[in-house]
């Protein structure tokens, strides 16, 4: 979006408007009555118009000198003073941030390099993305045991090699296909889980989500783009949003566990739960994090150039 769109004067912030106008026009007004809070703010912060209004957005950014240019040159902007925030210093020599009404929330601005950034995604594409974890094609596609991504490249090399992935329905027995199911997602709303109810949530059954009927055969190179995500440690069941513990635990790839413990090692937990009055128990888990940490589950996403991040709410792992 470009930051004309800023200026109501520019024909850009007119077409927008324009466009709104007409999409918003035979708009029920109570639609929004539904939603949740959180549902809410997602909405108004991925709106296209008009442009969100960032003042209460808290961005630890504009603190780094060195990001001056890069902010200089961006469109969106919050502001260092939309929160009550405080610096804390990082075993490593870095700084680290909290926020006082979110106990426990450590922000580390820019952890990973630029250089560690784009290994990681080569890695993750190349390496992670194949089995034995799963990713969101698998549930459609018979996907190469080398990757989606391998396959593809190769393809790009040479054109010959692009291979043809077939639909994972074609496969199944005609009394085990199911009817197309048409109009909006149904909505899930899970009971938050706790020590208290986690043995009765985990017994919720979990099927596996049954094949699109309607997709068909793709070639390598044009199904990559529709990869969204490959599944980290514990299986995520999607269709009840809760974690599938019946599958077992894939292990957490040391690429993935060194970035997770060498960030919760270099927290000094002491700085950050000094002042927190929440009940840890006598001793608290935080005192042992620094040893004790493990990575257990997780999600490594895949955007589009032109994707938009959505907001996740996530109940279920807490206890991950």
């Known amino acids: 979006m470009s930051s004309v769109l800023h200026d109501p004067s520019s024909a850009a912030y007119k077409k927008a408007q324009k466009l709104y106008l007409k999409s918003t026009k035979n708009r029920i007004n109570e639609t929004d009555h539904d939603w949740t809070p959180f549902r809410a703010a997602e909405k108004r912060y991925k709106a296209r118009f008009p ?17 001056t240019a890069e902010i200089d040159y961006g469109v969106w902007r919050g502001r260092v003073d939309a929160q009550e925030w405080r610096e804390i210093s990082l075993l490593n020599g870095r700084k680290g941030y909290i926020l006082p009404r979110v106990p426990g929330l450590v922000l580390l601005p820019s952890y990973l390099s630029p250089g560690k950034q784009r290994e990681l995604v080569r890695w993750s594409l190349s390496e992670h993305s194949r089995p034995p974890n799963e990713t969101n094609l698998d549930t459609h596609y018979v996907l190469p045991p080398e990757g989606i991504w391998n396959v593809a490249v190769e393809a790009k090399k040479d054109p010959s090699r692009n291979i043809v992935i077939q639909p994972r329905h074609l ?109 840890w128990g006598i001793k608290g888990d935080w005192r042992s994090w620094n040893e004790s940490y493990e990575p257990d589950a997780g999600i490594v996403n895949f955007y589009q150039t032109k994707a938009r991040l959505g907001c996740f709410n996530v109940h279920c792992c807490s206890l991950c």
Do not use: M
């Not at 442009?51 to 990001?67: F, K, Q, T, Y």
């Not at 048409?182 to 909505?187: D, S, T, Y």
């Not at 068909?216 to 529709?226: A, R």
């Open 171 to 279: 496969l199944l027995p005609s009394d085990q296909k199911l009817d197309v199911v048409h109009g909006p997602r149904a909505l899930i709303n899970n009971t938050p889980a706790s020590a208290e109810n986690f043995d009765t949530l985990s017994h919720i059954s979990k099927p596996p989500a049954p094949p699109s009927q309607t997709v068909g055969t793709s070639y390598s190179v044009d199904l990559l783009p529709k990869l969204r995500w490959a599944n980290i440690g514990w299986f995520y069941h999607w269709g009840s949003k809760q974690y599938d513990f019946s599958k077992g635990k894939v292990a957490v790839h040391s690429r993935i566990r060194d970035v997770c413990q060498s960030a919760v090692q270099s927290v000094d937990w002491s700085d950050v739960f000094s002042g927190d009055s929440s009940d």
């Open 51 to 67: 442009p969100p209004d960032l003042s209460n957005v808290l961005d630890i950014a504009i603190l780094d000198d060195e990001r």
